[in-house]
């Protein structure tokens, strides 16, 4: 088993949508975990992190669910602009491990 | 907050020629260091990590290497670049695991 495995997609999914994709770990040590959005040719930047159950950040939400070590992210009203690669990061001891990435595109 | 420096944005260098590529950071000290190569439509792959000063762990074997002179300067370099080198090359900085990771603006190597 990978140590973090993501659905690589693509979601192609209606402005205005709600749009959710899993990441799953492998290691049940890790703590805290991440998403990262890239935009193409663009270097990845931090969307929101996840240190307990969840966290909410307008509309975005991240879940974790340690028993079943997972992590999601869910994106209500989606917008055009939320068109990207959204990357699960998960920290394991002094290296950052990356999924491989789920492709959203939103269309008008 | 953490600043990465990365240059050049783009380079392309001919089969067999060596390679140097810097990275430094700004705003924080003893940070964990990282280089990253990402392949064109695929994810990023970690190459090298460094938690100090000559503190250096390779992931994938290959022909590169990466040197970590001073506290905030991490170098990733080839002596003879092959055509499976091409990628986006990304720098990034933490200061813990729980905290989030910050990244350079990456580098685009073709080898030619």
């Known amino acids: 088993r990978k140590e973090v495995e993501q659905d690589p997609g693509p979601f192609n999914v209606p402005e205005g949508a709600t749009v959710a994709f899993n990441c799953t770990y492998s290691?049940?040590?890790?703590?805290?975990f991440f998403w990262y959005r890239q935009d193409c040719r663009k270097e990845p930047k931090l969307l929101m992190s996840?240190?307990?159950s969840g966290n909410e950040d307008g509309r975005f939400t991240a879940q974790l669910n340690r028993a079943s070590q997972y992590i999601s992210l869910l994106i209500r009203d989606s917008k055009l602009s939320d068109s990207a690669t959204y990357l699960c990061?998960?920290?394991?001891?002094?290296?950052?491990?990356f999924g491989s990435g789920t492709r959203l595109s939103i269309r008008p | 907050s953490q600043t990465i420096h990365q240059w050049p944005a783009t380079l392309v260098q001919p089969v067999g020629s060596p390679l140097s590529l810097e990275c430094t950071v700004e705003?924080?000290?003893?940070?964990?260091l990282y280089w990253y190569r990402q392949a064109a439509g695929r994810g990023l792959q970690l190459l090298f990590y460094?938690?100090?000063?000559?503190?250096i762990s390779s992931e994938v074997p290959q022909n590169l290497s990466a040197s970590r002179p001073q506290d905030r300067q991490f170098i990733l370099s080839s002596k003879k670049l092959l055509l499976s080198d091409s990628g986006f090359y990304l720098c990034?900085?933490?200061?813990?695991?729980?905290?989030?990771?910050?990244f350079g603006s990456g580098t685009r190597l073709t080898v030619v």
């Open positions: 990034a900085s933490s200061t813990g695991l729980n905290y989030g990771y910050t």
């Open positions: 290691n049940s040590a890790s703590q805290s």
């Open positions: 996840v240190y307990s």
């Open positions: 990061v998960v920290p394991l001891r002094s290296k950052i491990i």
């Open positions: 705003g924080t000290s003893n940070p964990n």
């Open positions: 460094s938690v100090g000063i000559g503190q």
